[in-house]
């Protein structure tokens, strides 16, 4: 069959994806917790045997509708149906999502606001058909409108960890709704915003002790702007950079190399430390998880730690705390908006206890301005550069290489007219003119089709036998279970981060769980495309990084190609994607290392990093870093449902077609009446 119309999905999502009417349960058996490692053995195997079994899909038209589809998801991960409460967040506060039809897996990253809560103040503070002159009134509680403004300032940044600086209220309650959702104390951590992730990493390395603390350790598989930028700023003061390697085919850590960076002695280390040592607890491209031993190791030997907390899962944090490690920076990203704005701004957690070292140096960092201060501005303050430049029908552009920077995109501006009103009104403008009452309707079909749906069971899973030792992430979820739950209400009141709020409710175990079913779903569905009429089994789809696992990341890399073996470019099926409503991201993965068994495939698989600016010359250490795979990459955010997944299973199966490229290509450009370039 072909794919199904754009109603038609955005109907079954709400017939099967919605597997309760929004009332809880009468009785929803806990999963014991030694049942747990259990089902973690037996994961893999339920996956391959359970979805899609002894069965290749050779042609797009063979897949089963979506119904078909997620009746066999839900037989394999009967547990999915417990995350219930995430559908219902999503169906009340993003439906955007669903009446646009777009599915958005370009980005990793937290908001801090919904659309219904963006939507709601924006149609009481704004009447769009208006025409008056004079100022929109703001209402008394203005601080509780979600929009704002970020401004520039430079600071000494020392004094400014140390002293802080004249903040306004609205930046106060979202600075400590943001402590409060990650976990991390005042009393310890010194916070400053930065206009992005990029600018956060540059900071750091602008004020780090290089000159002395010689060494800097990052540990990325992928290329990102912002670890670009810090080595090339560490290393103009002084550093010596290294560079984790990652193991064929799996992408794992080279662990005995790292450790041996982290325990060598060839430089000579300060009173005040070793040096820097970087790290993710999971990659953002490929979905890698990484043990966060790694950051007691180097605390052990010496080194300070900055952990990139920018692609962590919206709830780890709060069950890992920094108790445990106490990394000395943590650098983190907050947009506003999922699917509608992802500007938003960079987070620099400083520990006191190492403020000292820091080297003075004039810091440009952002202020948070009310919406209500941002009317009667004039134009003194200054533009908030875009990190990675604009977009279209899509964020795809700013979002380049797996990088979810959120920098700030408004300008300042007087207001007198409603033509003169800031980039983002404008821009909500245009989609709430578009909405009104064809969308009012249709969301009220759906909440009938909503409230007759049926309740579905919650299956139990086998008791776990004694003597085995849950995962890291295991211990995480347990943690957590075991926390008492938030009490949303006692929080600064003159905020609303209503999505921080959401995530809080629903808790890591839920959160992790419903991004481990759709992920290993769509690895096992990907893999199952194969192309016709070969004499051997040609798969459409290369999966890099982990397969199907059950502590693996929501992040996906992979390529995929045609029937001749030649693989498709990545920018290419990001662009075909964006035409079909679903916004996809690429990346280049790089630093990988080839054991003797592998070393066959070395010269097949690395290719040469596709951009004349970053030309290395000369320089052998950068040639080597130059080299790579180019990848698409998909991420599976707070709100994703299975009909995301399916949605670009569906797509990424016209693929099977010889023809498909060609076939948009002259859809372009009947379309159009001019020609693309791909």
């Avoid at 300032?153 to 930046?171: A, C, Y």
């Avoid at 890698?288 to 899962?313: F, I, N, P």
Wanted: glycine share 6%; hydrophobic share 35%; proline share 5%.
């Amino acid at each position: 069959m072909q794919s199904p119309p754009t109603r038609e999905v955005t109907q079954l999502c709400f017939n099967g994806c919605y597997p309760t009417q929004p009332e809880k349960p009468a009785t929803v058996s806990k999963t014991p917790v030694n049942s747990r490692v259990e089902a973690r053995r037996n994961f893999a195997d339920t996956t391959s045997t359970s979805l899609f079994p002894n069965i290749d899909f050779n042609n797009p038209d063979s897949l089963p509708c979506l119904q078909e589809a997620f009746a066999q998801f839900i037989i394999a991960y009967p547990q999915y149906t417990e995350t219930y409460q995430i559908d219902e967040i999503r169906f009340r506060e993003y439906y955007n999502l669903s009446l646009s039809n777009q599915v958005c897996l370009d980005y990793i990253g937290i908001g801090l606001y919904s659309f219904s809560q963006l939507h709601n103040q924006l149609s009481q503070t704004y009447p769009f058909a208006s025409t008056s002159t004079s100022p929109p009134q703001i209402p008394p509680h203005s601080s509780d409108f979600p929009v704002f403004h970020l401004s520039y300032k430079s600071v000494n940044l020392t004094r400014q960890l140390t002293e802080g600086g004249n903040e306004s209220n609205l930046e106060m309650a979202i600075k400590n709704r943001i402590r409060d959702f990650l976990n991390i104390s005042e009393d310890d951590y010194s916070l400053i915003l930065t206009a992005n992730r990029t600018s956060a990493f540059k900071l750091l390395a602008e004020s780090y002790p290089f000159g002395s603390c010689k060494k800097l350790i990052t540990v990325y598989d992928h290329d990102t702007e912002a670890i670009d930028t810090m080595i090339s700023t560490s290393e103009k003061r002084g550093a010596n950079s290294m560079t984790a390697e990652f193991t064929w085919p799996k992408l794992k850590i080279h662990a005995s190399k790292l450790r041996s960076m982290i325990t060598s002695k060839k430089i000579g280390s300060c009173k005040k430390g070793k040096g820097l040592f970087v790290f993710q607890l999971q990659s953002r491209v490929s979905g890698t998880r990484y043990s966060y031993q790694w950051m007691k190791v180097a605390q052990e030997h010496g080194w300070h730690v900055l952990l990139d907390a920018c692609a962590v899962g919206p709830k780890d944090m709060d069950s890992l705390g920094l108790s445990i490690f106490q990394p000395d920076f943590l650098i983190c990203s907050f947009y506003k908006v999922f699917g509608e704005n992802p500007s938003g701004f960079g987070c620099l957690f400083v520990k006191k206890s190492v403020v000292s070292i820091l080297e003075d140096c004039t810091a440009g960092i952002v202020s948070i301005v009310s919406a209500k201060k941002l009317f009667y501005m004039t134009d003194e303050s200054s533009d908030v550069e875009n990190e990675l430049g604009s977009s279209s029908s899509s964020f795809t552009s700013r979002w380049e290489h797996g990088e979810t920077s959120t920098s700030g995109i408004i300008k300042g501006t007087s207001a007198q007219k409603s033509e003169d009103s800031p980039y983002e009104i404008k821009q909500l403008q245009n989609v709430f003119e578009k909405q009104n009452v064809e969308k009012r309707i249709e969301i009220e079909e759906l909440e009938n089709v909503f409230e007759k749906l049926p309740m579905r069971g919650i299956k139990g899973m086998s008791v776990r036998e004694k003597g085995n030792k849950p995962s890291e992430i295991e211990e995480l979820e347990i943690i957590s279970e075991k926390k008492p739950a938030r009490n949303t209400r006692k929080r600064n009141s003159e905020v609303e981060c209503r999505c921080l709020d959401q995530i809080d409710s629903v808790g890591l175990s839920l959160v992790n769980s419903r991004s481990r079913y759709l992920v290993n779903w769509l690895i096992q569905a990907l893999s199952k495309l194969q192309h016709p009429n070969v004499d051997t089994r040609a798969p459409l789809v290369k999966i890099y990084g982990p397969k199907i696992k059950f502590d693996r990341g929501p992040a996906l890399a992979f390529n995929v190609f045609d029937w001749k073996g030649e693989k498709v470019e990545p920018i290419l099926i990001q662009k075909l994607a964006d035409r079909k409503g679903i916004s996809l991201s690429y990346g280049f993965l790089h630093h990988i290392w080839f054991p003797d068994k592998y070393a066959n495939e070395k010269s097949v698989v690395l290719e040469k990093r596709r951009f004349e600016a970053k030309e290395s010359s000369g320089n052998r250490k950068k040639e080597k870093g130059d080299l790579g795979i180019r990848v698409v990459t998909a991420a599976f955010g707070f709100i994703a449902n299975f009909a995301d997944a399916y949605r670009l299973w569906v797509f990424i199966a016209q693929f099977l077609d010889a023809d498909f490229v060609e076939k948009e290509r002259w859809r372009y450009t009947a379309l159009n009446q001019n020609t693309v370039e791909f």
